[in-house]
C-alpha cells in the first residue's frame, strides 16, 4: 500500500526529495523524521523536499498512508545515515477499485549498479513474467494467504529479496530486525551473558530485549591517501639485513623487506579495510558518494606498519581529496557487519581537505554511530596544517611512536562487546540503565 521510491545510500544532508510510492485507498502520507512530523503530500508524485540538517547523524524516516479520513492504512519506515544492505528493494501492491490486488510495484537500488541484472518474481512460488516495475498478478483465491516475492540481482554476490504477504484486503512485510550495540567494558572481569545484561540497555525509558553477546572478530577502516611513499620515509620498510653463510663459508649480507611483516598486527582473525579519500557520485542517489575500498586483510597478512606501507590506491594524483567524508564513510562500513570496530584517519602530506562536512561534524557522527575513533598523523603539527582541525591527534612519524598509537586501538578493540537487542533503533537514542556496570558505550 505503501513504500519509499527513495532508497538514501551513503551520507544525507541538506534539503534531499523524498518519495513514496502509494496505492488506493491511500488519500494522503504523513511524513515523521526521528519521530516528528516534518510533512503532508496528498497528490502525485507524492514527493516532498525534506531537510535532513546540516551534519551527518542517523535519521529514522517514517511514512504513514492515510485514507480518506484520516485513518493510518499502512507504514512504510527506512533509517538514514546508518549501514544499508549493498542492495534493496520495496514493493507495494496496486489494487482496482474493489480493493483487490491485481499487480506489484517494486523499487529497487544497489551501490555496485544503476540497474540490476535480473529481476526474478514469484506468486506462491510460481515464477512471474517480469517486464518493467510493474507485475501483473494472476486471478487467485482473495480469502486465501498468499506471497509475492521480488528478487533483483546486482553481481554474484549482492541481491535483495522482499516477500510481500497478503490475504484479501492485508498486506504486511514480514521481518525481524536487531541493532547491533557496541560496549565497552570498563572493569576486568568474566564477560557477561545476555541474561547479565537484563534491563541494562534502555531506550527512551524502556528496557530492550538483549538477544546475544558477543565479541567476534573486529573491524577496522582505515583512511589514508593513496600513496605509500610518506609512510616509507617516516616508518621505513620494516626491513632487516642478516648475514648469511654461502657455500665457500662467506657471509654476505641480505636484506629481507619484510622482515617486522607481522609486527603491531590485529589479532588473526581481525580485518583491516582501507576506504580511500577520493570520491565517486553514485547514479540515480543525488548527493551521495561512493568512495573505493580495498580488499579485507586479515591480522594474519600483516601489521598495521606493513600494510601502511604497502597498501595503495592506483590513482596516484587524485582530483581532489576528501579526507572528513571518507572518515565518515567508513563509520558506516566499520558498523555494517555488527562488529566490533574502529576507524582510523591518517593524515598524510595532503595540503587541503576538500570534503563537504567538517572534522568536527565528522567526530560528532561517528560518535553518534558508536565507532571509536582515531586521528594519527605521519607529520608533526608543525609540518602539517589539517592536524588542527581534527582536535585530539596522535603523532605516528616513528615505528616506535606507531606502535604506541596502534597498543591503544587494540587495548580499546580487546574490552569491546557487541550486544544484539530485538528491534532496529537509532544508535543515539540507546542509553545504559544503573544496572550496566562495568560498562560503557564505546565511542
Same mark, same amino acid.
Given at each position: 500500500?505503501?513504500?519509499?521510491?527513495?532508497?538514501?545510500?551513503?551520507?544525507?544532508?541538506?534539503?534531499?526529495?523524498?518519495?513514496?510510492?502509494?496505492?488506493?485507498?491511500?488519500?494522503?502520507?504523513?511524513?515523521?523524521?526521528?519521530?516528528?512530523?516534518?510533512?503532508?503530500?496528498?497528490?502525485?508524485?507524492?514527493?516532498?523536499?525534506?531537510?535532513?540538517?546540516?551534519?551527518?547523524?542517523?535519521?529514522?524516516?517514517?511514512? !504513514? /498512508? $492515510?485514507?480518506?479520513?484520516?485513518? @493510518?492504512? *499502512?507504514? +512504510?519506515?527506512?533509517? =538514514?545515515?546508518?549501514?544499508?544492505?549493498? &542492495?534493496?528493494?520495496?514493493?507495494?501492491?496496486?489494487?482496482?477499485?474493489?480493493?483487490?490486488?491485481?499487480?506489484?510495484?517494486?523499487?529497487?537500488?544497489?551501490?555496485?549498479?544503476?540497474?540490476?541484472?535480473?529481476?526474478?518474481?514469484?506468486?506462491?512460488?510460481?515464477?512471474?513474467?517480469?517486464?518493467?516495475?510493474?507485475?501483473?498478478?494472476?486471478?487467485?483465491?482473495?480469502?486465501?494467504?498468499?506471497?509475492?516475492?521480488?528478487?533483483?540481482?546486482?553481481?554474484?554476490?549482492?541481491?535483495?529479496?522482499?516477500?510481500?504477504?497478503?490475504?484479501?484486503?492485508?498486506?504486511?512485510?514480514?521481518?525481524?530486525?536487531?541493532?547491533?550495540?557496541?560496549?565497552?567494558?570498563?572493569?576486568?572481569?568474566?564477560?557477561?551473558?545476555?541474561?547479565?545484561?537484563?534491563?541494562?540497555?534502555?531506550?527512551?525509558? !524502556? /528496557? $530492550?530485549?538483549?538477544?546475544?553477546? @558477543?565479541? *567476534?572478530? +573486529?573491524?577496522?577502516? =582505515?583512511?589514508?591517501?593513496?600513496?605509500? &611513499?610518506?609512510?616509507?620515509?617516516?616508518?621505513?620498510?620494516?626491513?632487516?639485513?642478516?648475514?648469511?653463510?654461502?657455500?665457500?663459508?662467506?657471509?654476505?649480507?641480505?636484506?629481507?623487506?619484510?622482515?617486522?611483516?607481522?609486527?603491531?598486527?590485529?589479532?588473526?582473525?581481525?580485518?583491516?579495510?582501507?576506504?580511500?579519500?577520493?570520491?565517486?557520485?553514485?547514479?540515480?542517489?543525488?548527493?551521495?558518494?561512493?568512495?573505493?575500498?580495498?580488499?579485507?586483510?586479515?591480522?594474519?597478512?600483516?601489521?598495521?606498519?606493513?600494510?601502511?606501507?604497502?597498501?595503495?590506491?592506483?590513482?596516484?594524483?587524485?582530483?581532489?581529496?576528501?579526507?572528513?567524508?571518507?572518515?565518515?564513510?567508513?563509520?558506516?562500513?566499520?558498523?555494517?557487519?555488527?562488529?566490533?570496530?574502529?576507524?582510523?584517519?591518517?593524515?598524510?602530506?595532503?595540503?587541503?581537505?576538500?570534503?563537504?562536512?567538517?572534522? +568536527?561534524?565528522?567526530?560528532?557522527?561517528?560518535?553518534?554511530?558508536?565507532?571509536?575513533?582515531?586521528?594519527?598523523?605521519?607529520?608533526?603539527?608543525?609540518?602539517?596544517?589539517?592536524?588542527?582541525?581534527?582536535?585530539?591527534?596522535?603523532?605516528?612519524?616513528?615505528?616506535?611512536?606507531?606502535?604506541?598509537?596502534?597498543?591503544?586501538?587494540?587495548?580499546?578493540?580487546?574490552?569491546?562487546?557487541?550486544?544484539?537487542?530485538?528491534?532496529?533503533?537509532?544508535?543515539?537514542?540507546?542509553?545504559?540503565?544503573?544496572?550496566?556496570?562495568?560498562?560503557?558505550?564505546?565511542?
Amino acid at each position: 500500500m505503501i513504500a519509499f521510491a527513495s532508497l538514501f545510500l551513503g551520507l544525507v544532508v541538506g534539503v534531499v526529495p523524498v518519495t513514496v510510492l502509494v496505492e488506493k485507498p491511500v488519500a494522503a502520507v504523513r511524513i515523521e523524521l526521528d519521530g516528528r512530523t516534518v510533512g503532508r503530500v496528498a497528490q502525485a508524485p507524492w514527493t516532498l523536499a525534506l531537510d535532513f540538517g546540516a551534519e551527518p547523524l542517523p535519521h529514522e524516516l517514517v511514512a !504513514r /498512508a $492515510l485514507d480518506a479520513e484520516g485513518k @493510518e492504512v *499502512g507504514v +512504510a519506515r527506512q533509517f =538514514v545515515n546508518l549501514p544499508r544492505p549493498p &542492495a534493496e528493494v520495496e514493493v507495494v501492491l496496486e489494487r482496482d477499485a474493489k480493493g483487490r490486488a491485481v499487480a506489484a510495484r517494486f523499487s529497487g537500488q544497489s551501490l555496485i549498479a544503476s540497474r540490476p541484472a535480473r529481476v526474478t518474481a514469484t506468486f506462491d512460488e510460481k515464477p512471474l513474467p517480469v517486464e518493467s516495475t510493474r507485475i501483473a498478478l494472476p486471478d487467485y483465491d482473495p480469502g486465501a494467504r498468499h506471497i509475492v516475492s521480488v528478487e533483483l540481482v546486482f553481481g554474484p554476490a549482492v541481491r535483495s529479496r522482499t516477500d510481500l504477504v497478503f490475504g484479501g484486503a492485508e498486506t504486511s512485510v514480514v521481518s525481524s530486525e536487531l541493532t547491533a550495540v557496541a560496549v565497552r567494558a570498563t572493569a576486568a572481569g568474566k564477560s557477561p551473558d545476555a541474561p547479565d545484561l537484563a534491563g541494562a540497555l534502555v531506550r527512551r525509558g !524502556r /528496557a $530492550l530485549p538483549v538477544v546475544a553477546v @558477543e565479541q *567476534g572478530p +573486529a573491524m577496522v577502516c =582505515v583512511v589514508r591517501g593513496p600513496s605509500v &611513499a610518506l609512510a616509507l620515509k617516516a616508518l621505513g620498510t620494516g626491513g632487516k639485513t642478516t648475514l648469511l653463510r654461502q657455500p665457500d663459508g662467506r657471509r654476505l649480507p641480505q636484506f629481507d623487506r619484510d622482515a617486522s611483516r607481522y609486527e603491531m598486527a590485529l589479532e588473526k582473525d581481525d580485518r583491516a579495510r582501507f576506504i580511500w579519500p577520493m570520491p565517486r557520485t553514485i547514479e540515480n542517489s543525488p548527493g551521495a558518494q561512493l568512495f573505493d575500498k580495498s580488499r579485507d586483510f586479515l591480522g594474519a597478512d600483516g601489521g598495521i606498519a606493513w600494510l601502511l606501507t604497502r597498501v595503495e590506491h592506483p590513482q596516484q594524483r587524485p582530483a581532489e581529496i576528501r579526507l572528513a567524508d571518507a572518515a565518515a564513510v567508513a563509520g558506516l562500513e566499520a558498523t555494517a557487519t555488527g562488529q566490533r570496530r574502529a576507524v582510523i584517519l591518517v593524515i598524510g602530506d595532503e595540503k587541503s581537505d576538500d570534503s563537504r562536512h567538517s572534522p +568536527a561534524s565528522v567526530r560528532r557522527y561517528l560518535e553518534a554511530m558508536r565507532v571509536p575513533f582515531y586521528v594519527w598523523s605521519l607529520k608533526s603539527a608543525a609540518t602539517q596544517p589539517l592536524v588542527k582541525n581534527w582536535g585530539k591527534v596522535e603523532e605516528v612519524s616513528s615505528a616506535a611512536r606507531l606502535e604506541e598509537a596502534f597498543a591503544r586501538v587494540k587495548a580499546d578493540l580487546a574490552s569491546q562487546r557487541i550486544v544484539w537487542v530485538e528491534g532496529r533503533y537509532l544508535p543515539q537514542e540507546i542509553t545504559l540503565s544503573e544496572s550496566a556496570a562495568g560498562l560503557e558505550l564505546a565511542k
